[in-house]
């Protein structure tokens, strides 16, 4: 059996992917339970507190946070501000659009970071990087409408799913600049100094939200989920999808999204929902075929 550190850097980022999907799935059904009872910039503003904390701790507790590593703060205020939009929007648009419309808005991430990672560091995504996007596309939208076609085509884009989009935009943005603009900090504490920026930009824009939520009164599963994705799907993802960018093209980092639909259904299955039907299996495949290909190194 071979050890993480028998694995080159690329395949190690390609572990890191793996985790971040499965991790990020969960928040999506979580969030659209939780997204009526709280707005969104409250809910966004002690997840980034408390994950911040916890990269914080990790970073001091490992390399430590030299004061190099602040150079150029302008670099994690614009990151900050990417990620930060990302998850209020996300929340924004849970409160209307449902969980399987919002993960296929998701889906469009990885063609999305394709583009910007022309834009912004000029890599090219071959035939064969651009086949695989265009199959794993084809199957997460077939695992997200349980292989029903006339469900795909009877989708209509709401006013929820047009508001996550615009989040979806940004987040694509987020990891082709983490490589430009990382200057040799490690992961974890590049992505301790970002989430300050992003946790002082939210502190500006929803520090009123904040101050008018009854936190008392909230329910339950608005306590899970924000543990869950303060813990699980923004301390963890944030620095696995900071390691992995720092060692894949961004269109392979992203191509990894198409992995969530796969893991929402079996989040469905943990938390005792219906089991898909077997014709959903060809999905999965499909997502699988893709990343087979993306595993691939073009030479």
């Not at 990790?58 to 990302?86: D, I, K, S």
């Not at 292989?147 to 996550?164: C, F, K, N, S």
Request: proline content about 6%.
């Amino acid at each position: 059996m071979i050890g993480w550190t028998g694995l080159t850097a690329p395949q190690r980022g390609h572990v890191a992917m793996l985790a971040f999907s499965a991790l990020v799935a969960g928040s999506f059904s979580l969030g659209a339970m939780a997204a009526p009872h709280i707005s969104p910039a409250a809910l966004t503003v002690p997840r980034f507190a408390l994950a911040g904390a916890l990269v914080g701790a990790a970073a001091f507790a490992t390399t430590g946070v030299p004061r190099q590593a602040f150079r150029a703060p302008w670099r994690y205020v614009l990151l900050g501000a990417l990620l930060a939009a990302y998850f209020v929007l996300m929340f924004e648009g849970l409160k209307t659009a449902a969980a399987v419309p919002a993960a296929a808005v998701f889906t469009l991430t990885p063609l999305m970071a394709a583009g910007f990672g022309w834009i912004v560091l000029r890599q090219v995504t071959t035939a064969r990087m651009a086949l695989a996007l265009t199959i794993g596309a084809l199957g997460a939208v077939w695992v997200i409408f349980r292989g029903d076609p006339a469900a795909a085509l009877r989708m209509e884009i709401g006013r929820g799913e047009a508001i996550y989009f615009v989040g979806c935009i940004a987040h694509a943005l987020y990891a082709p600049l983490v490589r430009k603009l990382n200057r040799g900090e490690p992961p974890v504490v590049f992505t301790f100094v970002m989430m300050l920026a992003g946790f002082a930009l939210l502190c500006v824009y929803g520090w009123r939200d904040v101050m008018a939520t009854d936190w008392i009164a909230l329910p339950a599963i608005v306590w899970i989920c924000l543990v869950y994705v303060a813990v699980a799907a923004s301390a963890m993802t944030f620095v696995l999808l900071q390691y992995a960018t720092l060692s894949l093209p961004s269109a392979k980092v992203m191509a990894y999204t198409y992995l969530v639909p796969s893991w929402v259904l079996l989040w469905e299955i943990a938390l005792g929902r219906p089991v898909p039907p077997a014709i959903v299996l060809g999905g999965v495949g499909l997502t699988v075929l893709a990343l087979l290909l993306l595993l691939k190194d073009e030479h």
